[in-house]
């Protein structure tokens, strides 16, 4: 399972170098890679059908208790293969779509990238793995919702997106620790067993809490869904595949995947009917105040997922059930009425339902994948969606309370909402008459019309033959979402029953609604003027409010002044060390374990106090970058005394070049003038003093402090046994803090870029000038 | 700065003082030394000959940019890191041959990393001095 995620991975990397190429027919290998993760996850489904848990283990940062630990049951395949599935229309659907764009290499790389992320989120068996995949599915949709970055809105809507998915990010993180540390393990299959003491602890609420941002801001629920329509600013082919099967769908994975770990208890069920509920109602209802295609689907995705986290949030058996069908049914729909609309404003290169019309006669093909969709979307009887509602409809009557009738009626009121949305995403710009500006529309190429058209099919086999569907992926999905064994059978026919009605009714309200409601631009403006007061209005304002103030926290703080960041960060040091010791209580000198000094420390001390003087009166620069280095050399002769030779040659060799460091920057500056006022010296002054006070006092109070050598002995002990090295500072370095080595080079090589790129661009500019 | 001593001085230095910067970093495992601090003991020997010879004669010397050599540190230790995955081992587990090597002695990961870190002291000592010396 490793290799599918790195394949992506490793492929979208290659991109860079070989991008070019790919520009060319060999494009056309592009579209095998999530072809042949695919099937390598089809080729799992009977082995996970049984009932079997695929396991991989693979040590990362074993200390930390991050591996890679990958687990394929029932829910995590669906997903896979829903992800490399759509995954494998879209490749073949965007290099069409995209053919000739200048950044065709990128966008796959981006679109690589992503799915590979996705795979690691719904594969990880260990939930630090999952944050951290699910970190990349935000940052790498951030480049694909901002693709056209060309344009001011795409940019914002991409930074909106990346602002809400990463805040909640933020949460989950927490409450993924907080979970962990409880339980005492970080693996997801281990935290099945847990369930009982996570759910009973006092900080059940939070952590809950902290996962629920973190899952509802990924799916766009009430209040955070407003980045979704934004996200539309992106190409079709990403729409279609983030918000069918894959980014939104990352947060409903989240909460299955938690159901049986944190979830069967009251608040976990009724926040998520609540939020569910509105969720589903309001985007529905939103839906059909629409006229651009791209945001009526927008809506009706929302409206999904608010059915989904309704449907976990209804905790029986048989939402369970209706959970697991209604994820397949969404995607196949979805992706295939995304890529439809795709192909028409690739066509007539507008989304507008106003003026789309009578597209059939030039477009049969996409026409009949539209139509199907629609009309799974609806529910219509012989369609997958049919059976879908039919389920959602029997998880609502039969729940276990005496809201169920009430619920019935939101699922009802959305499924009503949902069947109008579908047919004038899908049905609408196809009826009617054919405007002369699209007479000469034409079909766009096979691969991208094709890839709509099987997954419309799929919708209407699945729907014909449900059992297949059900007994291969469903069935072990419930089974992961409830954590518990439960029989189920997909039918095409429950016989004439309540749901049946219920599902009948809707239909056909849903298109009453449909030929009642005329989208216009009039609609449009009447749902505007309620923006002050939503969602999307709030937290914008809070954002402008967030950036308002880090403008002011610049200003103060970094002013770029180097003597002022000096003095903060001096005063800042100084505040909190003088309280520290103060709450230790008086510093008491022992002078009997004191070293008695020698006659060259006091040489050494004699040269230091005239360095300083040195710099503090002189009026060169010059000096004063010289007395600065003789200090250092002290310095370093003192850690010679004290036997450190690996410290002082370090010193030794530091300050040599910070001095010709100095020295050439000084060339460069004007000649020193004093400008400071008198009272500027005086308050160094103090300040300087205080610092040096303070440092002297923590010196001395280390002396008495029981010092615990714990630490050293273990490195003095086991360098050379472990690490076969005599010199304990170097192998500290190299090899039991190698990973701090490593990260400081990268620090110490950006510090190097950042000058070389500041002087570079800066004779750029003037050379331009 | 011309200087007839200086200039000649260097020339005897460059290749000395390079060559102890090496024994640093080889014996740092056992004695005083290391990657880091052969690092910049070389970069200073680098910086000497510029400043008898000019930055630019140095760049001459060096040929391929300073800069270059941080990528490929960063490379070395980032291989020598994850080495060990390959075997099936977390990663920076120390690997080391069994018998000393004649002159260089014990030759493990360890020292690719610390030979990676040599590098990259060297490539961002040198970028950030000469790039700042160059500057007009």
């Known amino acids: 399972m490793l290799f599918t995620v790195l394949t992506g991975l490793i492929t979208s990397s290659l991109l860079v170098p070989f991008g070019k190429l790919m520009k060319t027919k060999w494009s056309v290998l592009l579209p095998f890679i999530p072809v042949i993760l695919f099937l390598f996850y089809l080729w799992h489904v009977p082995v996970v059908a049984n009932g079997t848990n695929v396991i991989q283990h693979l040590a990362w940062v074993p200390s930390l208790g991050v591996n890679f630990d990958f687990r394929l049951d029932g829910l995590s395949l669906l997903f896979a293969l829903l992800i490399t599935g759509i995954g494998t229309a879209i490749f073949f659907y965007g290099r069409s779509y995209l053919k000739g764009h200048i950044y065709f290499d990128r966008f796959f790389a981006y679109l690589l990238l992503f799915m590979s992320a996705m795979l690691g989120v719904v594969l990880s068996n260990n939930i630090l793995t999952l944050f951290v995949f699910w970190e990349l599915t935000s940052i790498s949709s951030f480049f694909l919702i901002g693709f056209n970055n060309d344009s001011k809105e795409s940019r914002n809507s991409a930074l909106t997106a990346l602002s809400i998915t990463g805040l909640g990010g933020f949460f989950l993180l927490a409450g993924l620790v907080l979970a962990g540390n409880i339980a005492g393990t970080f693996i997801i299959s281990e935290l099945f067993a847990q369930h009982d003491k996570l759910v009973n602890h006092s900080l059940y609420p939070l952590i809950i809490g902290l996962v629920f941002i973190g899952a509802f801001t990924k799916s766009a629920q009430f209040p955070f869904h407003f980045w979704l329509p934004g996200a539309m600013k992106a190409p079709t082919p990403v729409s279609a595949y983030l918000h069918s099967a894959t980014m939104v769908k990352a947060g409903i994975y989240l909460l299955a995947r938690f159901t049986p770990i944190l979830g069967n208890t009251e608040l976990w069920n009724t926040t998520l009917l609540i939020v569910g509920g509105f ?36 905790g029986t058996t048989e939402a369970f059930i209706a959970a697991s069908v209604f994820i397949l049914v969404h995607a196949l729909y979805k992706a295939t009425l995304f890529m439809v609309t795709g192909i028409i404003d690739h066509e007539t290169h507008t989304r507008d339902l106003t003026k789309l019309g009578g597209l059939r006669k030039v477009l049969m093909p996409v026409f009949i994948a539209a139509v199907l969709a629609a009309l799974s979307s609806a529910g219509l009887p012989s369609t997958f969606g049919f059976i879908g509602k039919d389920l959602i409809y029997e998880a609502t009557l039969h729940y276990h309370h005496n809201w169920a009738i009430w619920l019935t009626a939101l699922a009802v009121i959305t499924n009503i909402g949902l069947v109008a949305a579908g047919f004038m995403a899908g049905i609408k710009p196809f009826t009617g008459k054919l405007p002369q500006a699209f007479e000469q529309v034409h079909l766009p190429y096979k691969s991208m019309w094709i890839p709509p058209l099987i997954l419309a099919v799929l919708g209407l086999v699945f729907g014909i033959f449900p059992g297949i569907t059900g007994d291969y992926f469903n069935h072990q999905t419930a089974i992961a979402i409830a954590g518990e064994n439960l029989e189920m059978e997909l039918k095409m026919w429950h016989g004439f029953n309540t749901v049946f009605i219920l599902s009948l009714a ?264 | 700065m011309k200087s007839a001593i200086l200039q000649t001085a260097t020339r005897y230095l460059l290749p000395i003082l390079l060559l102890f910067s090496f024994f640093l970093l080889l014996r740092g495992h056992y004695y005083p030394g290391g990657g880091f601090v052969g690092g910049l003991v070389a970069s200073i020997a680098f910086v000497l000959h510029s400043f008898a010879n000019g930055t630019e004669n140095t760049m001459k010397i060096l040929r391929y940019k300073p800069l270059s050599l941080i990528p490929i540190g960063l490379g070395i230790s980032a291989v020598s890191v994850t080495f060990p995955l390959l075997f099936g081992l977390p990663p920076m587990t120390g690997l080391w041959f069994e018998e000393p090597i004649p002159v260089i002695g014990m030759i493990g990961s360890a020292l690719f990393f610390d030979l990676g870190v040599y590098l990259v002291v060297i490539g961002v000592v040198l970028t950030i001095l000469f790039t700042i010396a160059l500057n007009d």
């Open chain 1, 279 to 314: 969720t589903m109602v309001f985007a529905a209802i939103h839906a059909l105040f629409r006229t651009d295609l791209k945001s009526i689907l927008a809506y009706s995705t929302i409206s999904a997922l608010g059915i989904l986290t309704f449907l976990l949030g209804l």
């Open chain 1, 506 to 769: 809707t239909l056909a309200t849903g298109t009453i609604v449909y030929f009642l409601n005329k989208p216009s631009e009039a609609k449009l403006r009447a749902i505007e003027q309620f923006n002050h007061i939503s969602p999307q209005y709030i937290i914008t304002k809070i954002g402008a409010g967030i950036k308002q103030m880090s403008a002011w926290y610049t200003n103060v703080f970094h002013n770029g002044y180097l003597r002022s960041y000096h003095i903060k960060i001096i005063l800042f040091a100084e505040l909190l060390l003088g309280y520290k010791l103060w709450l230790g209580g008086p510093v008491r000198i022992d002078y009997a374990n004191l070293t008695p000094l020698s006659w060259y420390e006091f040489g050494i001390a004699a040269i230091l106090l005239g360095a300083m003087y040195l710099i503090v009166t002189t009026r060169s620069r010059l000096t004063a970058v010289v007395s600065t280095s003789v200090i250092g050399y002290c310095i370093c002769l003192m850690f010679v005394f004290y036997s450190a030779p690996d410290l002082a040659m370090t010193q030794f060799t530091i300050d040599t070049l910070t001095t010709v460091l100095f020295v050439l920057v000084l060339y460069k500056l004007p000649p020193f003038i004093n400008f400071t006022s008198r009272g500027v010296p005086i308050r160094d002054a103090i300040v300087a003093l205080g610092f040096g006070i303070i440092i002297s006092l923590i010196a001395l109070r280390v002396l008495y402090e029981p010092n615990s050598t714990a630490i050293s002995d273990f490195y003095g002990e086991n360098a050379y046994l472990l690490a076969k090295g005599k010199n304990v500072v170097n192998v500290i370095l190299v090899d039991f803090r190698g990973m701090d080595t490593m990260f400081e080079t990268v620090v110490l090589s950006i510090a190097a870029l950042g000058v070389y790129s500041l002087i570079k661009l800066r004779l750029k500019s003037s050379e331009k000038e």
